[in-house]
Protein backbone atom coordinates (compact mmCIF):
# COMPACT_ATOMS: atom_id res chain seq x y z
CA UNK A 1 0.00 0.00 0.00
CA UNK A 2 2.68 2.47 1.27
CA UNK A 3 4.33 1.54 -2.19
CA UNK A 4 1.28 2.31 -4.01
CA UNK A 5 1.03 5.70 -2.44
CA UNK A 6 4.81 6.75 -3.50
CA UNK A 7 3.89 5.73 -7.12
CA UNK A 8 1.06 7.60 -7.03
CA UNK A 9 2.51 10.41 -5.69
CA UNK A 10 5.59 10.00 -8.06
CA UNK A 11 3.15 10.18 -11.18
CA UNK A 12 1.09 13.36 -9.86
CA UNK A 13 4.28 15.01 -9.19
CA UNK A 14 5.86 14.60 -12.84
CA UNK A 15 2.07 15.46 -14.31
CA UNK A 16 2.32 18.65 -12.46
CA UNK A 17 5.78 19.05 -13.56
CA UNK A 18 4.64 18.13 -17.48
CA UNK A 19 1.82 20.85 -17.36
CA UNK A 20 3.88 23.51 -16.05
CA UNK A 21 6.62 23.39 -18.56
CA UNK A 22 3.70 23.65 -21.59
CA UNK A 23 5.17 26.56 -23.57
CA UNK A 24 2.98 28.21 -26.09
CA UNK A 25 4.03 29.31 -29.87
CA UNK A 26 2.77 32.43 -31.02
CA UNK A 27 0.40 30.65 -33.44
CA UNK A 28 -1.29 28.58 -30.63
CA UNK A 29 -1.25 32.23 -28.40
CA UNK A 30 -3.28 33.69 -31.76
CA UNK A 31 -5.57 30.85 -32.12
CA UNK A 32 -6.48 30.51 -28.18
CA UNK A 33 -6.99 34.64 -28.71
CA UNK A 34 -9.34 34.29 -31.42
CA UNK A 35 -10.95 31.11 -29.27
CA UNK A 36 -11.68 32.84 -26.29
CA UNK A 37 -11.45 37.06 -26.12
CA UNK A 38 -14.56 38.43 -24.33
CA UNK A 39 -14.18 40.91 -27.37
CA UNK A 40 -14.54 38.47 -30.16
CA UNK A 41 -17.43 36.57 -28.11
CA UNK A 42 -19.29 39.52 -27.89
CA UNK A 43 -19.03 40.48 -31.54
CA UNK A 44 -19.90 37.18 -32.32
CA UNK A 45 -23.12 37.44 -30.24
CA UNK A 46 -23.71 40.67 -32.77
CA UNK A 47 -23.87 38.30 -35.45
CA UNK A 48 -26.70 35.75 -33.72
CA UNK A 49 -28.33 39.22 -33.39
CA UNK A 50 -28.13 40.39 -36.60
CA UNK A 51 -30.00 36.86 -37.56
CA UNK A 52 -32.53 37.45 -35.74
CA UNK A 53 -33.23 41.04 -37.08
CA UNK A 54 -32.94 39.31 -40.38
CA UNK A 55 -35.82 36.93 -39.36
CA UNK A 56 -38.09 39.17 -37.75
CA UNK A 57 -37.89 41.27 -40.62
CA UNK A 58 -38.49 38.57 -43.33
CA UNK A 59 -41.40 37.30 -40.99
CA UNK A 60 -42.87 40.59 -41.87
CA UNK A 61 -44.28 38.91 -45.11
CA UNK A 62 -46.47 36.38 -43.43
CA UNK A 63 -49.82 36.68 -42.38
CA UNK A 64 -50.59 37.03 -39.00
CA UNK A 65 -52.86 34.28 -37.40
CA UNK A 66 -54.62 34.50 -33.97
CA UNK A 67 -57.29 32.43 -32.20
CA UNK A 68 -59.55 33.52 -29.28
CA UNK A 69 -61.75 31.49 -27.25
CA UNK A 70 -63.98 32.78 -24.02
CA UNK A 71 -66.21 31.13 -21.29
CA UNK A 72 -68.51 32.94 -19.21
CA UNK A 73 -71.33 32.18 -16.69
CA UNK A 74 -73.99 35.23 -15.78
CA UNK A 75 -76.76 35.43 -13.25
CA UNK A 76 -79.42 37.56 -13.37
CA UNK A 77 -80.87 39.79 -16.22
CA UNK A 78 -78.86 39.45 -19.36
CA UNK A 79 -79.33 38.57 -22.91
CA UNK A 80 -78.84 35.10 -24.09
CA UNK A 81 -76.48 35.35 -27.02
CA UNK A 82 -78.31 32.79 -29.14
CA UNK A 83 -81.61 33.92 -28.19
CA UNK A 84 -81.42 37.48 -27.95
CA UNK A 85 -84.00 37.43 -25.09
CA UNK A 86 -83.79 38.76 -21.32
CA UNK A 87 -83.83 36.52 -18.95
CA UNK A 88 -83.10 36.00 -15.15
CA UNK A 89 -81.69 32.65 -15.41
CA UNK A 90 -77.83 31.32 -14.86
CA UNK A 91 -76.61 30.34 -18.54
CA UNK A 92 -73.40 28.99 -19.72
CA UNK A 93 -72.14 30.38 -22.93
CA UNK A 94 -68.97 30.59 -25.16
CA UNK A 95 -66.96 32.18 -27.81
CA UNK A 96 -64.32 31.39 -30.51
CA UNK A 97 -63.15 32.76 -33.43
CA UNK A 98 -60.03 32.77 -35.88
CA UNK A 99 -58.85 35.65 -37.20
CA UNK A 100 -56.31 36.20 -40.30
CA UNK A 101 -54.61 39.73 -41.22
CA UNK A 102 -51.64 40.52 -44.05
CA UNK A 103 -49.95 43.72 -45.24
CA UNK A 104 -50.82 44.04 -48.89
CA UNK A 105 -48.66 47.65 -49.23
CA UNK A 106 -46.80 49.22 -46.25
CA UNK A 107 -45.12 51.68 -48.32
CA UNK A 108 -42.44 48.87 -49.13
CA UNK A 109 -41.09 49.24 -45.76
CA UNK A 110 -41.02 45.27 -44.66
CA UNK A 111 -38.77 45.06 -48.29
CA UNK A 112 -36.74 47.71 -47.06
CA UNK A 113 -36.22 45.90 -43.73
CA UNK A 114 -35.32 42.69 -44.62
CA UNK A 115 -32.93 45.15 -46.79
CA UNK A 116 -31.67 46.28 -43.53
CA UNK A 117 -31.05 43.28 -41.72
CA UNK A 118 -28.88 42.07 -44.73
CA UNK A 119 -26.71 44.79 -44.52
CA UNK A 120 -26.58 45.03 -40.75
CA UNK A 121 -25.11 41.14 -40.55
CA UNK A 122 -22.52 42.07 -43.63
CA UNK A 123 -21.29 44.74 -41.38
CA UNK A 124 -21.34 42.95 -38.10
CA UNK A 125 -19.34 40.37 -39.96
CA UNK A 126 -17.04 43.02 -41.15
CA UNK A 127 -16.42 44.28 -37.49
CA UNK A 128 -15.69 40.71 -36.54
CA UNK A 129 -12.95 40.60 -39.06
CA UNK A 130 -11.16 43.58 -37.88
CA UNK A 131 -11.59 43.15 -34.28
CA UNK A 132 -9.74 39.40 -34.96
CA UNK A 133 -7.00 41.37 -36.91
CA UNK A 134 -6.73 44.02 -34.14
CA UNK A 135 -6.50 40.99 -31.32
CA UNK A 136 -3.98 38.63 -33.66
CA UNK A 137 -1.66 41.83 -33.89
CA UNK A 138 -1.84 42.76 -30.14
CA UNK A 139 -1.29 38.94 -29.55
CA UNK A 140 1.56 38.97 -32.16
CA UNK A 141 3.11 42.09 -30.00
CA UNK A 142 2.90 40.63 -26.30
CA UNK A 143 4.28 37.82 -28.12
CA UNK A 144 7.32 39.35 -29.29
CA UNK A 145 7.33 41.77 -26.25
CA UNK A 146 8.12 38.78 -24.27
CA UNK A 147 10.45 37.22 -26.42
CA UNK A 148 12.21 40.89 -26.71
CA UNK A 149 12.40 40.88 -22.63
CA UNK A 150 13.63 36.79 -22.85
CA UNK A 151 16.56 38.00 -25.13
CA UNK A 152 17.52 41.27 -23.29
CA UNK A 153 17.71 38.80 -20.10
CA UNK A 154 19.86 36.31 -21.89
CA UNK A 155 22.48 39.32 -23.05
CA UNK A 156 22.78 40.87 -19.74
CA UNK A 157 23.39 37.04 -17.75
CA UNK A 158 26.00 36.69 -20.22
CA UNK A 159 27.39 39.51 -19.70
CA UNK A 160 27.54 39.06 -15.95
CA UNK A 161 29.17 35.93 -16.36
CA UNK A 162 31.99 37.35 -18.62
CA UNK A 163 32.34 40.51 -16.04
CA UNK A 164 32.65 37.78 -13.35
CA UNK A 165 35.60 35.99 -15.01
CA UNK A 166 37.03 39.42 -15.20
CA UNK A 167 37.14 39.36 -11.47
CA UNK A 168 38.97 36.47 -11.35
CA UNK A 169 41.49 38.08 -13.84
CA UNK A 170 41.55 41.24 -12.00
CA UNK A 171 42.21 40.08 -9.08
CA UNK A 172 45.29 37.89 -10.16
CA UNK A 173 46.42 40.59 -11.65
CA UNK A 174 45.93 42.82 -8.43
CA UNK A 175 48.26 39.95 -6.64
CA UNK A 176 50.92 40.35 -8.80
CA UNK A 177 51.29 44.12 -8.56
CA UNK A 178 50.09 44.91 -12.58
CA UNK A 179 47.02 46.80 -11.56
CA UNK A 180 46.13 48.68 -8.50
CA UNK A 181 43.16 47.13 -6.13
CA UNK A 182 40.87 50.51 -7.32
CA UNK A 183 40.79 48.66 -10.73
CA UNK A 184 38.97 45.29 -8.98
CA UNK A 185 36.79 47.39 -7.19
CA UNK A 186 36.09 49.03 -10.59
CA UNK A 187 35.09 45.91 -11.97
CA UNK A 188 33.20 44.44 -8.77
CA UNK A 189 30.87 47.83 -9.02
CA UNK A 190 30.14 46.76 -12.30
CA UNK A 191 29.30 43.63 -11.41
CA UNK A 192 26.93 44.73 -9.00
CA UNK A 193 25.56 47.24 -11.63
CA UNK A 194 25.10 44.08 -13.76
CA UNK A 195 23.24 42.27 -11.35
CA UNK A 196 20.63 45.13 -10.96
CA UNK A 197 20.08 45.37 -14.42
CA UNK A 198 19.68 41.69 -14.34
CA UNK A 199 16.99 41.79 -11.76
CA UNK A 200 14.93 44.37 -13.67
CA UNK A 201 15.18 42.06 -17.10
CA UNK A 202 14.19 39.23 -15.10
CA UNK A 203 11.25 41.52 -13.98
CA UNK A 204 10.45 42.78 -17.18
CA UNK A 205 9.80 39.26 -18.42
CA UNK A 206 7.45 38.48 -15.76
CA UNK A 207 5.33 41.63 -16.24
CA UNK A 208 5.39 40.75 -20.27
CA UNK A 209 4.05 37.53 -19.65
CA UNK A 210 1.46 38.69 -17.45
CA UNK A 211 0.48 41.20 -19.52
CA UNK A 212 0.11 38.67 -22.52
CA UNK A 213 -1.97 35.61 -19.99
CA UNK A 214 -4.51 38.51 -19.38
CA UNK A 215 -4.94 39.80 -22.98
CA UNK A 216 -5.42 35.76 -23.29
CA UNK A 217 -7.32 35.67 -20.73
CA UNK A 218 -5.11 32.82 -18.73
CA UNK A 219 -5.46 32.86 -14.92
CA UNK A 220 -2.33 30.95 -14.43
CA UNK A 221 0.33 33.93 -15.18
CA UNK A 222 3.32 32.15 -13.45
CA UNK A 223 2.72 29.24 -15.21
CA UNK A 224 2.07 30.70 -18.79
CA UNK A 225 5.28 31.07 -20.92
CA UNK A 226 6.24 30.93 -24.67
CA UNK A 227 8.40 29.48 -26.50
CA UNK A 228 11.98 30.54 -26.58
CA UNK A 229 12.60 30.62 -30.35
CA UNK A 230 14.80 33.01 -32.30
CA UNK A 231 12.47 34.68 -34.62
CA UNK A 232 13.85 35.90 -38.03
CA UNK A 233 13.02 39.04 -40.01
CA UNK A 234 10.48 37.90 -42.99
CA UNK A 235 8.68 40.19 -45.03
CA UNK A 236 10.84 42.71 -45.90
CA UNK A 237 10.18 43.64 -49.15
CA UNK A 238 6.99 45.49 -47.59
CA UNK A 239 9.35 48.11 -47.05
CA UNK A 240 10.28 48.24 -50.44
CA UNK A 241 7.00 48.37 -51.53
CA UNK A 242 5.68 52.00 -52.94
CA UNK A 243 3.71 53.30 -49.94
CA UNK A 244 1.02 54.10 -52.46
CA UNK A 245 0.47 50.29 -53.39
CA UNK A 246 -0.10 49.83 -49.70
CA UNK A 247 -2.69 52.26 -49.27
CA UNK A 248 -4.79 51.11 -52.45
CA UNK A 249 -4.52 47.32 -51.22
CA UNK A 250 -5.57 48.69 -47.69
CA UNK A 251 -8.64 50.23 -48.94
CA UNK A 252 -9.92 47.13 -50.70
CA UNK A 253 -8.80 44.77 -48.11
CA UNK A 254 -8.89 46.69 -44.61
CA UNK A 255 -12.26 46.46 -42.61
CA UNK A 256 -12.37 50.39 -41.18
CA UNK A 257 -13.40 51.50 -44.13
CA UNK A 258 -15.77 48.75 -45.47
CA UNK A 259 -17.63 49.27 -41.93
CA UNK A 260 -18.11 52.77 -42.64
CA UNK A 261 -19.55 52.17 -46.01
CA UNK A 262 -21.95 49.66 -44.78
CA UNK A 263 -22.62 52.13 -42.31
CA UNK A 264 -23.78 54.68 -44.70
CA UNK A 265 -25.71 52.29 -46.56
CA UNK A 266 -27.38 51.25 -43.67
CA UNK A 267 -28.25 55.02 -43.31
CA UNK A 268 -29.21 55.37 -46.55
CA UNK A 269 -31.55 52.34 -46.21
CA UNK A 270 -33.23 54.04 -42.88
CA UNK A 271 -33.75 56.58 -45.22
CA UNK A 272 -36.12 54.83 -47.46
CA UNK A 273 -37.63 53.16 -44.46
CA UNK A 274 -38.69 56.37 -42.91
CA UNK A 275 -40.00 57.71 -45.98
CA UNK A 276 -42.29 54.56 -46.51
CA UNK A 277 -44.57 56.47 -43.45
CA UNK A 278 -45.56 58.61 -46.57
CA UNK A 279 -47.54 56.33 -48.26
CA UNK A 280 -50.81 54.60 -47.18
CA UNK A 281 -50.95 51.34 -46.11
CA UNK A 282 -53.50 48.64 -47.36
CA UNK A 283 -54.31 45.54 -45.11
CA UNK A 284 -56.22 42.42 -45.80
CA UNK A 285 -58.33 40.77 -42.78
CA UNK A 286 -60.07 37.85 -42.69
CA UNK A 287 -62.23 36.45 -39.73
CA UNK A 288 -64.31 33.56 -38.44
CA UNK A 289 -66.14 33.06 -35.26
CA UNK A 290 -69.19 31.32 -33.43
CA UNK A 291 -70.74 30.79 -29.89
CA UNK A 292 -72.21 28.32 -28.07
CA UNK A 293 -74.70 28.16 -24.81
CA UNK A 294 -76.47 25.80 -22.44
CA UNK A 295 -79.57 27.55 -22.78
CA UNK A 296 -80.21 26.27 -26.31
CA UNK A 297 -81.51 23.30 -26.62
CA UNK A 298 -78.95 22.32 -29.62
CA UNK A 299 -76.03 19.84 -29.10
CA UNK A 300 -72.60 21.76 -28.79
CA UNK A 301 -72.02 20.90 -32.47
CA UNK A 302 -75.03 21.74 -34.09
CA UNK A 303 -74.72 25.01 -32.40
CA UNK A 304 -71.21 25.80 -32.95
CA UNK A 305 -72.07 24.91 -36.96
CA UNK A 306 -75.37 27.21 -36.63
CA UNK A 307 -73.76 30.07 -34.70
CA UNK A 308 -70.89 31.06 -37.06
CA UNK A 309 -69.98 33.23 -38.85
CA UNK A 310 -67.28 35.07 -41.22
CA UNK A 311 -66.11 38.37 -41.69
CA UNK A 312 -63.48 39.96 -44.12
CA UNK A 313 -62.19 43.00 -46.13
CA UNK A 314 -59.91 45.81 -46.52
CA UNK A 315 -57.96 48.12 -44.57
CA UNK A 316 -56.95 51.61 -45.82
CA UNK A 317 -55.01 53.91 -43.82
CA UNK A 318 -53.77 57.30 -45.28
CA UNK A 319 -51.58 59.26 -43.22
CA UNK A 320 -52.80 62.69 -43.09
CA UNK A 321 -51.15 64.34 -40.40
CA UNK A 322 -49.20 63.15 -37.68
CA UNK A 323 -47.55 65.85 -36.04
CA UNK A 324 -44.61 66.22 -38.55
CA UNK A 325 -43.26 62.70 -37.18
CA UNK A 326 -42.93 61.08 -40.38
CA UNK A 327 -40.86 64.54 -41.97
CA UNK A 328 -39.02 64.79 -39.03
CA UNK A 329 -37.45 60.68 -39.15
CA UNK A 330 -37.22 61.55 -42.63
CA UNK A 331 -34.89 64.56 -41.61
CA UNK A 332 -32.93 62.55 -39.28
CA UNK A 333 -32.32 60.05 -41.44
CA UNK A 334 -30.84 62.64 -43.96
CA UNK A 335 -28.81 64.12 -41.34
CA UNK A 336 -27.75 60.64 -40.17
CA UNK A 337 -26.37 59.71 -44.00
CA UNK A 338 -24.36 62.96 -44.07
CA UNK A 339 -23.18 62.10 -41.19
CA UNK A 340 -21.80 58.68 -42.10
CA UNK A 341 -20.53 60.30 -45.48
CA UNK A 342 -17.90 62.19 -43.45
CA UNK A 343 -17.41 58.55 -41.27
CA UNK A 344 -16.69 57.20 -44.64
CA UNK A 345 -14.28 60.35 -45.87
CA UNK A 346 -12.73 60.39 -42.35
CA UNK A 347 -12.14 56.60 -42.41
CA UNK A 348 -10.35 57.32 -45.45
CA UNK A 349 -8.40 59.94 -44.49
CA UNK A 350 -7.10 58.37 -40.97
CA UNK A 351 -5.95 54.64 -42.99
CA UNK A 352 -3.80 56.41 -45.24
CA UNK A 353 -2.24 58.30 -42.11
CA UNK A 354 -2.27 55.80 -40.35
CA UNK A 355 -0.26 53.71 -43.10
CA UNK A 356 2.14 56.60 -43.84
CA UNK A 357 2.65 56.28 -40.42
CA UNK A 358 3.55 52.66 -40.36
CA UNK A 359 5.60 52.50 -43.38
CA UNK A 360 7.84 55.65 -42.40
CA UNK A 361 7.98 53.93 -38.66
CA UNK A 362 8.86 50.41 -40.43
CA UNK A 363 11.97 52.18 -43.00
CA UNK A 364 13.24 53.89 -39.26
CA UNK A 365 12.83 50.73 -38.01
CA UNK A 366 14.67 48.72 -40.45
CA UNK A 367 17.48 51.68 -40.62
CA UNK A 368 17.73 51.36 -36.87
CA UNK A 369 18.47 47.76 -37.04
CA UNK A 370 21.17 48.15 -39.82
CA UNK A 371 22.98 51.05 -37.39
CA UNK A 372 22.53 49.06 -34.49
CA UNK A 373 23.92 45.86 -36.35
CA UNK A 374 26.76 47.77 -37.62
CA UNK A 375 27.55 50.00 -34.49
CA UNK A 376 27.31 46.10 -32.47
CA UNK A 377 30.09 45.03 -34.89
CA UNK A 378 32.08 48.23 -33.98
CA UNK A 379 31.33 48.24 -30.46
CA UNK A 380 32.64 44.67 -30.16
CA UNK A 381 36.01 45.44 -31.98
CA UNK A 382 36.85 48.02 -29.39
CA UNK A 383 35.13 45.93 -26.82
CA UNK A 384 38.37 43.31 -27.35
CA UNK A 385 41.07 45.63 -28.06
CA UNK A 386 40.14 46.99 -24.39
CA UNK A 387 39.74 43.77 -23.32
CA UNK A 388 43.33 43.09 -24.58
CA UNK A 389 44.59 46.27 -23.26
CA UNK A 390 43.58 45.62 -20.10
CA UNK A 391 44.69 42.41 -19.64
CA UNK A 392 48.48 43.71 -19.65
CA UNK A 393 47.54 46.61 -17.79
CA UNK A 394 48.03 49.11 -20.38
CA UNK A 395 44.44 50.77 -19.30
CA UNK A 396 42.34 51.08 -16.57
CA UNK A 397 39.45 49.66 -15.02
CA UNK A 398 37.00 52.59 -15.43
CA UNK A 399 38.12 52.55 -19.16
CA UNK A 400 37.71 49.38 -19.84
CA UNK A 401 33.90 48.93 -18.16
CA UNK A 402 32.97 51.69 -19.72
CA UNK A 403 34.25 49.73 -23.11
CA UNK A 404 32.19 46.57 -21.84
CA UNK A 405 29.12 48.89 -21.26
CA UNK A 406 29.16 50.46 -24.53
CA UNK A 407 29.06 46.52 -25.69
CA UNK A 408 26.29 45.33 -23.57
CA UNK A 409 24.06 48.30 -24.71
CA UNK A 410 25.08 47.91 -28.18
CA UNK A 411 23.84 44.12 -27.97
CA UNK A 412 20.66 45.26 -25.98
CA UNK A 413 19.81 47.74 -28.68
CA UNK A 414 20.42 45.28 -31.85
CA UNK A 415 17.83 42.93 -30.25
CA UNK A 416 15.05 45.61 -29.54
CA UNK A 417 15.76 46.89 -33.02
CA UNK A 418 15.57 43.54 -34.76
CA UNK A 419 11.76 43.13 -32.52
CA UNK A 420 10.74 46.36 -33.28
CA UNK A 421 11.18 45.88 -37.25
CA UNK A 422 9.49 42.94 -36.82
CA UNK A 423 6.67 43.99 -36.09
CA UNK A 424 6.31 47.20 -37.75
CA UNK A 425 6.40 44.87 -40.86
CA UNK A 426 3.75 42.63 -39.62
CA UNK A 427 1.56 46.20 -39.55
CA UNK A 428 2.41 46.49 -42.95
CA UNK A 429 1.70 42.86 -44.24
CA UNK A 430 -1.78 43.74 -42.72
CA UNK A 431 -2.35 46.62 -44.16
CA UNK A 432 -1.11 45.32 -47.29
CA UNK A 433 -4.27 42.27 -46.71
CA UNK A 434 -2.12 39.42 -45.29
CA UNK A 435 -4.67 37.61 -43.02
CA UNK A 436 -3.44 38.08 -39.75
CA UNK A 437 -3.29 33.65 -39.26
CA UNK A 438 -0.91 33.90 -41.97
CA UNK A 439 1.65 36.10 -41.12
CA UNK A 440 5.39 34.70 -40.67
CA UNK A 441 7.57 34.77 -37.89
Known sequence: MRKLIIICFTL???????????????????????????????????????????????GAFLPTVNGSVSISERTGLSFDPITNNASTET??????????????FDGLRNVRQVQRAKLSTVASEYNLAKIKDDISLFVANGFLDIILNKENLKTIEAQNAVTLEQIERTQELVDGGVLPKGDLLEIKATAASERQRIVAARNAVILSRVSLAQLLAIQDYQGFDVVDSEYGIFGEEMVDKPVEAIIESAKDSRFEIKIAEQNLSLAEKDLQISKGAYYPTLRAFFGYNTTYSDSDPRDFVDQLYLNDGVNYGLTLNIPILNGFATRNNVKRSKIN??????????????????????????????????????????QELAYEYARLRYDVGRTNAFDFSQSKLRYDNAQIELTRSKYDYIFRIKVLELYFGVPATELKF
Open 12 to 58: LISVAGFAQEKKWTLQECVQYALDNNISIKQSELDIESRAIDRSDAT
Open 337 to 378: IRRNQNLVDQAKLDLESTIYQAYTGARAAKESYEAAAAALES
Open 91 to 104: FLSANGGINLGYNL
